[in-house]
């Protein structure tokens, strides 16, 4: 069974950067792709960045191409997010999500994380 935990979000001024981190406490976190969403007040929960099961293919929202990257470590259970040069329009909750498909929907993944706040001051 997947179990997901975000940890790293917070309070940052614009330009700055983050870490997060999602762990998974199961076994099977080798199986499946995974990616990072995001969801701001108001606006539905939108694609951020996805790795496939290996770590070998990437891929990111327009918005975030150049600032963010995501990587992960199968033998500790883990995926990132390094986000710099951080903008207020990056405020969110996000999310990290496993799933059996390399996809960009939020309808393909099947386990989901409780979600970390971000926040960027201008």
């Known amino acids: 069974q997947v179990q997901l935990v975000e940890s790293g979000g917070g309070l940052v001024q614009a330009g700055g950067s983050l870490r997060l981190s999602c762990t998974d406490s199961g076994r099977t976190f080798i199986r499946y792709n995974m990616a990072w969403f995001r969801q701001a007040p108001g606006k539905e929960r939108e694609f951020v960045a996805r790795?496939?099961?290996?770590?070998?293919?990437?891929s990111f929202a327009d918005s975030v191409k150049g600032r963010f990257t995501i990587s992960r470590d199968n033998a500790k259970n883990t995926m990132y997010l390094q986000m710099n040069s951080l903008k207020s329009e990056d405020t969110a909750v996000y999310y990290c999500?496993?799933?059996?498909?390399?996809?960009?929907?939020?309808?393909?993944?099947?386990?989901w994380g409780q979600g970390t706040q971000v926040t960027v001051s201008s």
């Open positions: 999500a496993a799933g059996p498909r390399f996809s960009p929907v939020v309808v393909d993944y099947d386990y």
């Open positions: 790795i496939s099961s290996n770590g070998g293919v990437t």
